[in-house]
């Protein structure tokens, strides 16, 4: 519970619970002590810190993908003091924020003490829109983000683990005017994600809530707040909030979005001063943010000082934030914060969220700000530990950049594939009439035996993804679609003997297994006969299945195929018996999914016409599909055109979603086919330059 106190109305707002970053103690001879966020059970406003250690940092730091990163320690004679600072830490990060305000602690005190607020800029610090450059990780590539795919973010932080030696760096000022050297601002951001106060949008606009959390350094002044978004509002602003207005390239539409800066006391004073940061000092400090229901904080650390703010939440982010960006850019106004030559800086994100699931690298960014360092190598996943979660951690340099991306090795970025399992059995040691084959796609597996009849008959038990067959290493078993073939109205109690009728049929385990193999399916003879209606005697016995699996991204599964590919039903009828198959789906989960539209080629000129059905014919009626939300992760905007249109309809109907770049909609009841139980997804793009591909990203559970 945060206890909140403002005159003598108190308020209990429940909390989150998370890990709190507590502190490197980097020593010479390479002693190592904890730095971490404490997890906070009880009372706390968002209270977290990565406690600075006044630590030297060696210039000669290498990307942690190759080699160790090497970082001097501080004198032996210090040693005692750092412990000290490390102790006080900790405990000052147990401690609650008495009420919404500003809050400021200095080593050795553990007491937070309320400090005056000021206004916040007043500018904004603006999403990335279509046509702003990528110059975070190069012109055409988007920022490393920590994402926990299967939870929500509580607490997130970022540092600076290192930089060069004579690391410069010099921006305009509140994003205007000439380049002053240390001005850039810090910030910690969230994904775009749904809100109440989209409520009073314009109706049918893709509208959303994103949230900033700004350490802002103008070169001879700083402070630390929290900047709100309401993104393509389109209409007038809510009271209080200020507009921002913008328009897609290609386009003549006008987007209005809306933007407010924290609220920490009556006079909407929502910031902290704060002191400024020469870049070189970088090392020294931490942002971190957290949202909890009804109220949100910030921190700003940095040597043996601590300033706080805790803010009302307009646009309830609890449990809606899975990314966390975090990075150094421009302050502000799509400003570029310019590093001088030969500069690297090695960037930590921390994410804690509820399940206390680790992050996943993820190439994407949400800022207008931008910076002229170019991403370089694959970012590291260092583990969590008894005092901190697990991380990401990745160079950025204007020197020698080597190609950059997320490497899924160790719990990065991933897909669902489907995969046959026929290159993952162990055949029953009885192959009575076996035979098996793949649907056209390669998607599906139908397995036939001929068990015969007699005494005893036959049976056996196939076993998938045994020990001699396992699935490569990072690769998970995330779902089964599995279809049984045998008559209506026969049992499979019995497998056959002296005097018994016997069985037919397929008996697949009741989930997945968490050890191996982690599927089986015993078959049976056919020996049911007269008296009764029909005679199964010497009838084939089949199945089919299918796999979901969770593939990181650079591992190759033999035999697996795009979710998208049809996996409809594969078994011929000369293989199976008359009647109803009964089919299953064991195992459930929640997944994004990458969808590659067509080009096809619409009536209206000017348009260019592009579709998918999502998923492919097949998959989707063995899946109990939840379809949550569409997103446009490419560089331009497109325009979803719901149910009764065409792509001829580009342009002309009224009845279309406008998706920005990075922009997510949840709007999917036009183009869901609830007959066929998939998207159908038609989209349109518009201007000079006909893209090479156009993609959405689908998010559903299962």
């Known amino acids: 519970?945060?206890?909140?106190?403002?005159?003598?109305?108190?308020?209990?707002?429940?909390?989150?619970?998370?890990?709190?970053?507590?502190?490197?103690?980097?020593?010479?001879?390479?002693?190592?002590?904890?730095?971490?966020?404490?997890?906070?059970?009880?009372?706390?406003?968002?209270?977290?810190?990565?406690?600075?250690?006044?630590?030297?940092?060696?210039?000669?730091?290498?990307?942690?993908?190759?080699?160790?990163?090497?970082?001097?320690?501080?004198?032996?004679?210090?040693?005692?003091?750092?412990?000290?600072?490390?102790?006080?830490?900790?405990?000052?990060?147990?401690?609650?924020?008495?009420?919404?305000?500003?809050?400021?602690?200095?080593?050795?005190?553990?007491?937070?003490?309320?400090?005056?607020?000021?206004?916040?800029?007043?500018?904004?610090?603006?999403?990335?829109?279509?046509?702003?450059?990528?110059?975070?990780?190069?012109?055409?590539?988007?920022?490393?983000?920590?994402?926990?795919?299967?939870?929500?973010?509580?607490?997130?932080?970022?540092?600076?683990?290192?930089?060069?030696?004579?690391?410069?760096?010099?921006?305009?000022?509140?994003?205007?005017?000439?380049?002053?050297?240390?001005?850039?601002?810090?910030?910690?951001?969230?994904?775009?994600?749904?809100?109440?106060?989209?409520?009073?949008?314009?109706?049918?606009?893709?509208?959303?809530?994103?949230?900033?959390?700004?350490?802002?350094?103008?070169?001879?002044?700083?402070?630390?707040?929290?900047?709100?978004?309401?993104?393509?509002?389109?209409?007038?602003?809510?009271?209080?909030?200020?507009?921002?207005?913008?328009?897609?390239?290609?386009?003549?539409?006008?987007?209005?979005?809306?933007?407010?800066?924290?609220?920490?006391?009556?006079?909407?004073?929502?910031?902290?001063?704060?002191?400024?940061?020469?870049?070189?000092?970088?090392?020294?400090?931490?942002?971190?943010?957290?949202?909890?229901?009804?109220?949100?904080?910030?921190?700003?650390?940095?040597?043996?000082d601590a300033y706080a703010l805790a803010s009302n939440d307009p646009l309830v982010a609890e449990q809606q934030w899975h990314i966390a960006e975090f990075n150094i850019f421009g302050d502000g106004d799509l400003s570029q914060a310019t590093f001088g030559p030969n500069s690297k800086v090695l960037v930590h994100?921390?994410?804690?969220?509820?399940?206390?699931?680790?992050?996943?690298?993820?190439?994407?960014?949400?800022?207008?700000?931008?910076?002229?360092?170019?991403?370089?190598?694959?970012?590291?996943?260092?583990?969590?530990?008894?005092?901190?979660?697990?991380?990401?951690?990745?160079?950025?340099?204007?020197?020698?950049?080597?190609p950059a991306g997320c490497n899924t090795i160790g719990g990065t970025g991933s897909t669902l594939e489907l995969l046959p399992g026929n290159n993952f059995v162990d055949w029953a040691n009885d192959t009575t009439g076996l035979k098996h084959y793949l649907s056209g796609s390669g998607a599906t597996m139908c397995v036939v035996h001929n068990p015969s009849c007699g005494s005893v008959g036959h049976n056996g038990k196939e076993h998938f993804f045994p020990k001699d067959h396992p699935l490569p290493a990072g690769v998970t078993l995330k779902g089964v679609m599995y279809t049984a073939y045998w008559p209506p109205g026969l049992t499979k109690t019995d497998r056959g003997g002296a005097g018994s009728e016997g069985a037919y049929g397929d008996d697949a385990d009741a989930s997945i297994q968490s050890t191996l193999p982690l599927f089986s399916v015993h078959w049976q003879n056919a020996c049911q006969a007269v008296p009764f209606a029909h005679d199964w005697r010497f009838q084939n016995n089949a199945y089919q299945v299918s796999f979901v699996i969770d593939v990181p991204n650079g591992v190759v599964v033999d035999g697996a195929v795009p979710l998208t590919a049809a996996n409809g039903p594969v078994c011929s009828a000369s293989d199976t018996p008359s009647g109803n198959p009964t089919s299953s789906v064991i195992g459930s989960g929640m997944a994004t999914q990458p969808v590659m539209l067509s080009q096809v080629t619409p009536a209206n000129g000017g348009f260019v016409g592009w579709q998918a059905i999502f998923p492919a014919q097949g998959l989707q009626r063995n899946f109990d599909w939840n379809f949550l939300s569409i997103e446009n992760p490419n560089s331009f905007t497109v325009v979803l055109v719901k149910a009764g249109h065409t792509t001829a309809d580009c342009g002309t109907a009224a009845d279309v979603v406008v998706l920005g770049s990075l922009k997510t909609t949840t709007d999917l009841s036009g183009f869901f086919n609830v007959a066929a139980n998939n998207l159908d997804l038609v989209a349109c793009t518009q201007g000079a330059t006909v893209p090479s591909g156009v993609s959405l990203e689908v998010t559903y559970t299962y």
Not at 170 to 198: E, I, R, W
Not at 206 to 223: D, K, L, M, R, S
Not at 381 to 401: H, K, Q
């Open 1 to 304: 519970m945060i206890l909140l106190t403002s005159g003598d109305k108190t308020m209990r707002i429940k909390h989150a619970v998370g890990y709190f970053l507590t502190l490197f103690l980097l020593v010479m001879v390479g002693l190592c002590m904890g730095q971490a966020f404490a997890q906070t059970v009880s009372k706390v406003v968002p209270t977290m810190a990565h406690p600075p250690t006044n630590v030297v940092v060696s210039t000669t730091a290498k990307p942690p993908t190759n080699t160790q990163t090497t970082i001097s320690a501080t004198s032996v004679a210090n040693f005692a003091r750092l412990r000290q600072l490390s102790a006080w830490k900790h405990t000052l990060l147990t401690q609650a924020l008495p009420r919404m305000g500003c809050f400021k602690v200095s080593f050795p005190a553990t007491d937070w003490k309320p400090t005056p607020c000021k206004k916040a800029p007043g500018i904004p610090y603006t999403p990335h829109h279509i046509g702003n450059p990528y110059l975070v990780g190069g012109s055409a590539v988007s920022d490393f983000s920590a994402q926990l795919p299967s939870d929500t973010i509580t607490t997130a932080w970022g540092t600076f683990d290192s930089v060069s030696s004579g690391i410069t760096e010099s921006g305009p000022s509140l994003g205007a005017g000439k380049p002053l050297a240390d001005t850039y601002s810090l910030q910690l951001n969230t994904n775009m994600f749904n809100t109440p106060m989209c409520s009073g949008a314009l109706p049918g606009a893709p509208c959303q809530g994103w949230q900033q959390f700004v350490y802002a350094n103008h070169g001879a002044a700083a402070e630390l707040f929290i900047q709100y978004w309401l993104l393509s509002y389109n209409t007038g602003c809510p009271a209080g909030w200020t507009t921002n207005a913008w328009t897609p390239q290609g386009t003549t539409v006008v987007e209005t979005d809306c933007y407010f800066d924290s609220a920490s006391t009556t006079n909407n004073q929502g910031a902290i001063p704060v002191p400024t940061l020469a870049v070189a000092d970088l090392p020294q400090a931490i942002l971190a943010g957290s949202v909890t229901k009804g109220a949100d904080g910030a921190i700003f650390l940095v040597g043996s």
């Open 349 to 402: 994100t921390y994410a804690s969220g509820m399940l206390m699931t680790s992050p996943v690298c993820l190439q994407a960014g949400f800022t207008g700000e931008t910076n002229n360092l170019d991403l370089s190598g694959v970012p590291s996943l260092p583990g969590a530990n008894d005092n901190a979660p697990a991380s990401i951690a990745f160079v950025e340099t204007n020197a020698n950049a080597t």
